[in-house]
């Protein structure tokens, strides 16, 4: 068994997480995964658990985050790409 390193819970399931600098991480659940590891958006602060969008090197949740902080390279950014669902 392993230790979540979030919640402490030892676990016959727990898995890790290998990242690409290569620190391993011991989870018991996504949502302690997600609480360790997903960014936070640079406007509203909540966990992006999504794709997100990065801009000049900064992770928002959407593009409307982004466009709030990032002025001119923000204000190109969009959620969906294409023409509109009839």
Known sequence: MATCEVCGNDYWMAFEVHTVSGDVH?????????????????????????????????????????RAVEGTVGAEIRDAVGARPA
Request: charged fraction near 15%; aromatic fraction near 10%.
């Open 26 to 66: 011991t989870f018991d659940s996504f949502e302690c995964a997600i609480q360790r590891m997903a960014p936070i958006c640079e406007h509203c602060q909540v966990k992006i658990v999504g794709h997100g969008v990065e801009v000049n090197g900064r992770f928002f949740c959407c593009a409307h985050c982004a």
